[in-house]
């Protein structure tokens, strides 16, 4: 079955730029969209095919996807970022999630 | 504004069932097709399948076959998800999260979730 591979956490220090990946097979070639989860609340789209932004998401937010690895970016990391991230993609019309990334912003 | 409420918390034994309901509000139900989602304490999101909110059609992932069954309500914009026979296992948060207008590839909005606890 297809995976996605994300890095368990990553830490930075407000106002740096966080970077999140995701790792999969051809992911490239697929749309990958993005999900914060905040401890206690439901998960947000916060990037959706690759590198597009819903309203209302800051503009710190942004995405890539390239070969078999899809980025998220957030520049100028604040606290209230701090959170779980998820990379979603799909394979043979099945939704899959990467194990999510926990950002410590401090 | 698009909304998705879902039902409060559950506390079954196991071998019981459950059905959990996801209340949409702020668009047309029948356009956009309902996922599930499934998230066991501590852990990650989990891609349970989805509904076709027009043909009532569900798909389930391969881990979520038998025990679990997607449904609707169109005339109140509810979807279900019950779960038979209950296992410890099942213990998690169940999200709905509508397919998005953004394209089938994404998920937007979500439920607040709703805790289903198996225990004996």
């Known amino acids: 079955s297809y995976e996605l591979t994300q890095p368990p956490s990553v830490s930075v220090s407000p106002g740096q730029t966080a970077t999140i990946t995701c790792s999969g097979e051809?992911?490239?070639?697929?749309?990958v969209s993005w999900y914060q989860q905040r401890p206690g609340h439901s998960p947000l789209m916060v990037i959706f095919q690759d590198e597009q932004r819903p309203s209302g998401i800051p503009e710190r937010f942004s995405g890539s996807n390239s070969g078999s690895t899809a980025t998220l970016t957030i520049s100028g990391a604040r606290t209230l970022d701090e959170a779980a991230y998820f990379c979603l993609a799909w394979d043979n019309d099945t939704a899959v999630f990467g194990r999510g990334t926990k950002l410590t912003v401090l | 504004q698009v909304q998705l409420v879902q039902s409060g918390s559950e506390l079954k034994k196991p071998g019981a069932s459950v059905k959990i309901s996801c209340q949409a509000s702020g668009y047309s139900f029948t356009y956009f097709s309902m996922h599930w989602v499934r998230q066991a304490p501590g852990q990650g999101l989990e891609w349970m399948g989805w509904?076709?909110?027009?043909?009532?059609?569900?798909t389930y992932a391969q881990a979520f076959t038998g025990r679990f069954v997607f449904s609707l309500d169109t005339s109140v914009k509810t979807a279900y998800l019950q779960i038979n026979n209950l296992k410890t296992e099942d213990t998690a948060v169940y999200y709905c999260?509508?397919?998005?207008?953004?394209?089938?590839?994404?998920?937007?909005?979500w439920g607040q979730g709703t805790l289903v606890t198996v225990s004996s």
């Open positions: 999260a509508r397919e998005s207008t953004t394209g089938t590839t994404a998920a937007d909005p």
């Open positions: 051809k992911l490239g070639d697929k749309y």
């Open positions: 509904i076709n909110t027009n043909t009532g059609i569900p």
